[in-house]
Nanobody, 121 residues
Framework: QVQLVESGGGLVQPGGSLRLSCAAS????????MGWYRQAPGKQRELVAA???????NYADSVKGRFTISRDNAKNTVYLQMNNLKPEDTAVYYC???????????????WGQGTQVTVSS
């Protein structure tokens, strides 16, 4: 099995920055896809940013130019640097790992427990 543990959320003023981290643990050989999603109250969960093992990235239009996703394959860790935060970025942020090669075979679609990000003055 795979466990994802997020950290780095909190309360920040508009225009501020936060850095989220997500470390994956378990009998992992490689992770093809890692991403960050978020869910605000009353809204559906949405993709924020994703990165493949080869370094290809994808961002939601609403965060382009403000957020940067990166990963350390050796540590099975993904990061989300969030700059110029806005109140509309307030949500619970979830880490996702998909197409994970384990010693026992392929695993799909693992999620972290979520970390709260609140942007408010």
């Amino acid at each position: 099995q795979v466990q994802l543990v997020e950290s780095g959320g909190g309360l920040v003023q508009p225009g501020g920055s936060l850095r989220l981290s997500c470390a994956a643990s378990g009998s992992i050989l490689s992770i093809n896809y890692m991403g960050w999603y978020r869910q605000a109250p009353g809204k559906q969960r949405e993709l924020v940013a994703a990165v493949t093992s080869g370094g290809s990235t994808n961002y939601a239009d609403s965060v382009k130019g403000r957020f940067t996703i990166s990963r350390d394959n050796a540590k099975n860790t993904v990061y989300l640097q969030m700059n110029n935060l806005k109140p509309e970025d307030t949500a619970v942020y979830y880490c996702n790992a998909d197409r994970v090669l384990l010693v026992t075979g392929w695993g799909r679609d693992y999620w972290g427990q979520g970390t709260q990000v609140t942007v408010s003055s």
